[in-house]
């Protein structure tokens, strides 16, 4: 069995959080543009994922990288990586 078999593929989005209120546990909001199919404008589609942060280091308004884990809860099943840019207070 090679290492490259065993490797898993973690996917990894950027969002903005939206709640911090649980603990260990942020909502994360994944914004997304696509083109319509017929009149070629651009939408903004949006996803609301919820993620484990075990320092509970991330605060509303954060900019963060959620990284794809094992289901933890009912509802998680991503984790935090990074804050790339904390909120301006």
Known sequence: MSETENTKVE????????????DKSITVLV??????PLYGKYIRRST???AHDEDNSA???DTVK???CRPISKLKC?????????AAV
């Not at 996917?11 to 649980?22: E, P």
């Open 78 to 86: 991503w984790r935090l990586a990074e804050v790339l840019e904390a």
């Open 31 to 36: 914004e997304r543009k696509l083109k319509h």
């Open 48 to 50: 609301k994922v919820h």
């Open 59 to 61: 605060k509303a308004g």
């Open 11 to 22: 996917r990894a989005v950027v969002g903005r959080v939206v709640s911090d209120k649980g």
């Open 66 to 68: 959620v990284v794809s």
